[in-house]
């Protein structure tokens, strides 16, 4: 059974630090590509950063550049999103998604992120 649990939600401040984490069990987890998507309220899912298989490329959306960072260690099948500088518009719930071919798909559990003072 795969599962991908995450962990490190929660309440910040703007301008803080928020460090996501999302763990992968039941699937060889190099043979995934790993994204982190986030939906607001009221809005689509939004994807905000994804990485490669092997972790040597990653994108970002533009709203999010220079401020999130995507990384993952694929001796611990984990996925990190380190949040910098956080803004009340980050607020969201954080998913992160496993990739495989074709249908192979798997998402994480979503947690919150709120920013506000």
């Known amino acids: 059974q795969v599962q991908l649990v995450e962990s490190g939600g929660g309440l910040v401040q703007p301008g803080g630090s928020l460090r996501r984490s999302c763990e992968a069990s039941?699937?060889?987890?190099?043979?995934?590509?790993m994204n982190w998507h986030r939906q607001a309220p009221g809005k689509g899912r939004e994807l905000v950063a994804a990485?490669?298989?092997?972790?040597?490329?990653?994108i970002y959306a533009d709203s999010v550049k220079g401020r999130l960072t995507i990384s993952r260690d694929n001796a611990e099948n984990m996925v990190y999103l380190q949040m910098n500088n956080l803004k009340p518009e980050d607020t969201a719930v954080y998913f992160c998604?496993?990739?495989?071919?074709?249908?192979?798909?798997?998402w994480g559990q979503g947690t919150q992120v709120t920013v506000s003072s």
């Open positions: 998604q496993a990739v495989g071919g074709g249908q192979d798909t798997y």
């Open positions: 039941g699937l060889t987890f190099v043979g995934y590509a």
């Open positions: 990485i490669t298989r092997a972790g040597d490329s990653s």
